[in-house]
């Protein structure tokens, strides 16, 4: 038997490709769940960077404070950012499906970020080597305006589309799309489609045509580059784009886009409108400021409504001009450097009505109604005789016009020798013709008989803040008053000897409509109204036949006075009714001569007329109001005693009851001829 061969079999090596697959699979799990957690640990990191949206509920973005006059007419605006707010509901659907096709089609169907628009803006900047493209969405745009930087970059792209997801997760639609038209920018200072339809067409978003609403639709993505006034030609362009989206998104007709490319639209004057009260305003926007603060003026969209009046205030501005104009004129001046001030007040109230505070504010905002100090001259009289009628002497009280002389160390001779301003000396005079007259040295002499002291604590008591020297040339008005200060004075005379405080400001309210302050007029009693009267009364005479006469062409009862200091250098008048009080100064900052003749009733006074013509026009005439305790007594006017029946010229003049002179037959105003005024033109009376 032959032995058998052992048989010896090829041992198999086992296959590694099991194993490699399980590598490989464990190796893409691994790199997965790396890339997973990384991601979720990166996507973590971003959301915890983020900030939170949840004030957006709550936005309060800077709006415009506005102004208004009395009669709820926006006058002027303060802001850092011209926006004002707009409720969704009342934003036309045509306007905002005009900026959803413009910028963000797909608006109502993605959830803050399109993937589409994004993956191709990606390959157009990779296209170009930069970033070209944003393919932001209208959220993203929100999310980056109100919470990022405008840097360009991806890392900037990434957090835009994760806040965008936050923000579509936390608002609705409407609310996102709220928050984006009250907060764009669209050109020329205006942010919101509520501010840019009043800037760019003088109107509320509210009212926007079809073709309005493209043209402001066109201007997010480049609003210089496509603004109307800049470059027209592609602003129409522009226009015609959005139409065409809005066509191809279904939201209009082939007809109505047809319609509104042929409209023409009617823009707004880009040139700033000229404002009516500059300093006016300017001491509105200084009180808010220093009182509340730069945020709450500039951001919080206050709204404040002022005592101004829009046709006094026209009428001032244009009064000041035209007096102006004409003094220069009559001197030969060659260049504007003559200035002047108007201020006007409700003289029951203390509502300022009417400001200019010079001539051009651009050139200069120094307010020469509030904060310049000039010497009144004559115009100070009327409170020194009031102060002297408040102490027991009468209109019909006759004083010496005669010289007096004082020791004054500070002048040539050692001696102060006033003139009066004719350089005349007129003899035994009523006070009465005094003040009608502005006669300076009796003017003085009355002052040194009531007292220096009682005569500066009686003007301080009528209003007069600044500081009164203690010497008897005040009589001549020698110390420095603003021209508020002596309409302040003036009010009181012509409000039955009530004192008010001046305000230009009745009610501010805040965006929520809460009521920050309101202004109640503040008043008090602080002369006799007696005694008020018998100063107003004389003053008439003043316009009726004294220095004051140029403003008798006004027709109505009007009491004034004159005021001019030495050289010529200033030139005043005020005047009042028994409802409106106001004044007027002309003269140079330098302090400088007007020129010749340049007196109160010559410069100052015809202001006053053409700023009352206007200012008082379609107003009830009134007369002033005789208080109880006023009689009148038929006077000689040289002497100021009780007149006979030969006695020609004879008035009627106001005293005190039981301060008449002896046996003089007193006469009710009532029983007054013609009405009082009125009772020189009956010589049989």
Known sequence: MTARKPSYRRRRKPSRRPLWGIIAVVGFLLLFSISLVGGSMAYYLFLKKLPSIAALRDYRPSITTRVYADNNELIDEFFLEDRKLIKYENIPKIAIQAFVAAEDAR?????????????????????????????????QQVAKTLYLSSEKSYVRKIKEALLAYKIDKYLTKEEILSLYLNHIYL????????AASQGYFGKSASGLTLAEAAMLAGLPKAPSNYSPYLHPDRAYQRQAYVLTRMLEDGYITKAQKDRALATKIQFRSIKPKDKVAPYFIENIRRYIQEKYGSDVLYKEGLEVHTTLNIQMQKAARDAVEQGLRELEERQGYEKRKVQGALFAMDARTGAIQAMVGGRD???????????????PGSAFKPLIYTAAFDKGMTPATVIVDSPIFYPDPAKPDGVWKPQNFDEKFLGPTTLHNALIHSRNIITIKVLEEIGVDYATSYAANMGIASPISRDLSIALGTSGVTLQELVR?????????????????????????????????????VIDPRIAFMTSYIMQDVVESGTGQRVKKLGRPVAGKTGTTDDVRDAWFLGFTPSMVAGVWVGFDQERTLGKHEVGGRAAAPIWLYFAEKALQGQPVEAFTVPEGIVFVKVDPKTGAPAGPSTRGAIFESFLEGTTPENAQTVDAANIPGGVKKFDMDPNF
């Open 107 to 139: 608006f109502f169907q993605h959830r803050g970020f399109d993937m589409q628009s994004m993956f191709r803006a990606f390959f157009k900047n990779i296209e170009a080597g930069r970033i070209v493209q944003g393919g932001s969405t209208i959220t």
């Open 361 to 375: 504010f651009n050139r200069s905002e120094f307010n020469r109604a509030t904060q310049s100090r000039r010497q």
């Open 489 to 525: 004075a003036y009010g009181v005379l012509a409000n039955e000897g009530k004192r008010v405080q001046p305000f230009f400001i009745r009610k501010i309210v805040d965006r929520t409509g809460h009521v920050f302050e309101e202004t109640q007029p503040r008043i008090e009693q």
């Open 187 to 194: 050109g020329h200072g205006t942010y919101g489609i509520e």
